[in-house]
């Protein structure tokens, strides 16, 4: 059972350029969600994805947009990038319908901007 | 908005039991979890309590809450170099907005 998998593992990118990353959740599941990893910080929850759309979302600008596909996969577009926006970027997947919503995380990948 | 709170670093010695702490502010949290990250890797699920739970054990793991004080704690029994990695406690509130919120982590650096 393949669990959360997340692409690219690494990214460098420069300011203002645009950048996607890529998920796929764990078998089963039908609900994704994005978390950004600044060194020494905990994740920030980004938003999340139920039903290919954007079901709840956390204090980011609208520079940071996402797309869930039918099949349950997940992408993560930031536009205009800055270097604030170096980071580990985790998504997670999970059941919706489950009582306890345990996240299941990907490795994640980490995002360079120069 | 919630809050969590976890000092930043502890040490014990290999054997030792580790006690990792953790406060939060809002006294609606429904679930409890306790991830670890281990470096270059995300987060793994340890294991979790509900509101309605005082203790939960889980073959190494406890997990004490105390409710009233908004307190939360992970105790590792007979601590092992595997241990070794940052521990992080999130906290939930299912009948509001189900966001999960993380505290900064704890690095849970073993002694020899």
């Known amino acids: 059972d393949a669990g959360v998998t997340q692409s690219p593992t690494h990214l460098i990118k420069t300011r203002g350029q645009q950048v996607t990353l890529r998920c796929s959740p764990k078998s089963g599941h039908d609900t994704v969600s994005w978390y950004q990893q600044a060194l020494g910080q905990g994740p920030q929850f980004i938003f999340q994805y139920y039903e290919e759309e954007e079901r709840q979302r956390g204090n980011f600008p609208d520079r940071f947009s996402g797309h869930q596909f039918p099949n349950y996969s997940s992408e993560l577009n930031v536009n205009a990038l800055l270097l604030g926006d170096s980071a580990l970027y985790l998504c997670a997947s999970s059941l919706a319908a489950g009582v306890n919503e345990k996240l299941f995380f990907g490795s994640g990948t980490q995002l360079s901007v120069l | 908005g919630e809050d969590v709170e976890q000092s930043l670093f502890l040490s014990v010695r290999e054997g030792d039991s580790s006690v990792i702490n953790c406060t939060y502010t809002?006294?609606?949290?429904?679930?409890l979890y306790w991830y670890k990250q281990e470096p270059g890797a995300g987060l793994q699920l340890l294991t979790y309590i509900f509101s309605n739970m005082d203790m939960k054990q889980d073959q190494r793991l406890t997990v004490l809450l105390n409710k009233k004080d908004k307190h939360l704690s992970l105790r590792i029994a007979d601590t092992q170099t595997g241990d070794s990695a940052i521990y992080f406690c999130a906290v939930v509130d299912l009948n509001r907005d189900d966001k999960i919120i993380f505290g900064k982590g704890t690095r849970l650096h073993i002694l020899p």
């Open positions: 809002d006294s609606s949290s429904t679930y």
